[in-house]
């Protein structure tokens, strides 16, 4: 979603992403330590407590955590302007449940965020407007959304990345799109599709 950095957008976000995946409850959602994050989740994937774990009646039903949610976030600690480590942070969930998800991963067996930084790298290096230290601007916000649109779901399910090949027995198979991957799309589909 482009626009800023606020609880308002992180709470579109989860909820289209919650949309978009038919409400259901994902194997691990991984973010960077951005604090609206974890609301967005209790707000999209939470369910209304009405009680307190003793049985006594709450006065003001609020969000809890679902049975079985996964949510770690990735803290960047930073020497000298650069990232020197990353610490895992378990917001939701339980370590078993974590280390369960991750087992069962097909893309990555680690917490990490670099899966979707290379999508910001990859809408500067599409689109000229978004570069950074440019003269180039967009003048409407619907011609931004268009594009960031159009890059972002081009990259997802029309162009094959090298490293998502799944290996046969006889050397490489065939590419396959991030979409693929996570089992969103079945093919490599044209951009008119």
């Known amino acids: 979603m482009p626009g800023a950095r606020c609880g308002e957008n992180a709470e579109a976000v989860i909820a289209e992403f919650r949309r978009h995946t038919g409400g259901r409850p994902m194997r691990l959602i991984t973010s960077d330590e951005h604090w609206p994050y974890k609301e967005a989740v209790l707000q999209a994937y939470g369910v209304e407590a009405t009680a307190t774990p003793s049985g006594r009646p709450i006065r003001s039903p609020r969000k809890v955590a679902p049975p079985s949610p996964r949510y770690a976030a ?6 000298l302007g650069r990232v020197a480590r990353l610490v895992i ?44 230290r440019t003269c180039r601007f967009f003048k409407d916000w619907e011609a931004r959304e268009a594009t960031t649109s159009y890059t ?6 029309c162009w094959p990345v090298r490293t998502l090949r799944v290996r046969s027995p006889d050397g490489l198979g065939p590419g396959r799109t991030p979409a693929m991957a996570v089992s969103l799309a079945d093919q490599v589909w044209s951009l008119a599709e």
């Open 74 to 79: 990735v803290h960047k600690v930073r020497r």
């Open 89 to 132: 942070r378990l917001a939701l969930g339980t370590a078993a449940l974590l280390a369960a998800a991750l087992a069962g991963s097909a893309v990555n067996h680690v917490v990490n965020v670099p899966l979707l930084e290379p999508h910001h790298l990859t809408d500067r290096y599409r689109n000229a407007r978004k570069a950074r």
């Open 152 to 157: 972002l779901y081009g990259y997802n399910f």
